[in-house]
């Protein structure tokens, strides 16, 4: 069974930084790609950034480009979000994602399994 948890998320100032994380388990997790979406209020969940299995591909949102950085430790299970300058529209429940593959993927549909999310909310 796998499961991810995410943690990290918080009530933050514009320009303020958070780091979010999301542990993984109950499989192979430096065998599968990771991605970080986002779910803000009367939108549809968004992709924000995706990771390959190594860590050598990766890809963002241009909304978040230059601000965000995704990160991911195979030794720990581990995939991270450094959200610097962050912006009230960037207030969302941020989820992480586990794919079916090992390269990297921007689309819902190819990824197995999610997290119950974590609350970023940034204050103007």
């Not at 009367?42 to 949102?61: D, W």
């Not at 995939?79 to 610097?84: A, E, F, S």
């Not at 390269?103 to 204050?123: A, E, F, H, K, P």
Request: charge should be positive; aromatic fraction near 12%; include cysteine.
């Amino acid at each position: 069974q796998v499961q991810l948890v995410e943690s990290g998320g918080g009530l933050v100032q514009a320009g303020d930084s958070l780091r979010l994380s999301c542990v993984a388990s109950g499989r192979t997790f430096s065998t599968y790609a990771m991605g970080w979406f986002r779910h803000a209020p009367g939108k549809e969940r968004e992709f924000v950034a995706t990771i390959s299995a190594s860590g050598g591909s990766i890809y963002y949102v241009d909304s978040v480009k230059g601000r965000f950085t995704i990160s991911r430790d195979n030794a720990k299970n581990t995939v991270y979000l450094q959200m610097n300058s962050l912006k009230p529209e960037d207030t969302a429940v941020y989820y992480c994602a586990e794919s079916r593959g090992s390269s990297y993927y921007l689309s819902r549909g190819n990824y197995d399994y999610w997290g119950q999310g974590t609350q970023v909310t940034v204050s103007s």
